[in-house]
């Protein structure tokens, strides 16, 4: 026999504790019996009593889905969960219920086979008995009656009231609009006044740079001067170093 693997239900009730929700049984769908081993293993792992873990294997046809919960103790687990006494008051209620009740469906497709098949399976499913005979009556829906008709003066009010509120929309799309509009031309002046600004700030530095250029050169020229160096030919000279070599200097 194969054996299954059992991380994908460790991480699915993971994720359902990190949610909130502490599962009381396990109901593990697979196409072969689990073995008790893995039961075990997922008890300890998913913090569920191996009692609320129930089996539900591939079998020949849907029917034998009840006995396979009930050779499990399904009906036992659940009552003891839920804190129920078993008991056979209820079936001895239900055994007494014999008179049948009519039951209306009103619908506007009701003349058509399958428009309401579910509400009809749904019933048939809620029978205690008489599943093959269930009184139902179906009685197809009736359309509202229509609204009296305005008078002219009801008409023109109307039309008038309509006009206004389409006026009143029109204006409140225009005031949004230029209120959009001046936004935009605010973020605009302001994006070109910092553009301004930081241009501004480059000339003032790149002024700066140059008044430092020009006294280093003036120290450098009067300290030729003093040694009794010639005057320097500043025409045939390399461009004047960066500020940071003269300073080396």
Known sequence: MKKLKTKPTHHSVRELRALGLTPHFLACRSAQPLLENTKQKLSQFCHVPAANILNIHDVPNICHVPLLLRNQNAHEAILKQLALLRGLT??????????SVKIAMVGKYVGLTDSYLSVVKALLHACIAYIDQMPLVSAKSKSEPSKPSLTPEERKAKAQELNEKAKRKRRKKREWKEKERRKRMEEENERKRIIALRKA?????????????????????????????????????????????????
């Open 90 to 99: 209820g079936q001895k209620l239900f055994d007494n219920l014999t008179n």
């Open 201 to 249: 700030e480059k000339e003032e530095e790149r002024r700066a740079r140059e008044k430092i250029r020009q006294k280093l050169e003036e120290d450098k020229a009067e300290r030729r001067r003093k040694l009794g160096l010639p005057a320097e030919d500043l025409t045939a000279t390399k461009p004047s170093a960066p500020i940071v070599e003269e300073k080396k200097n």
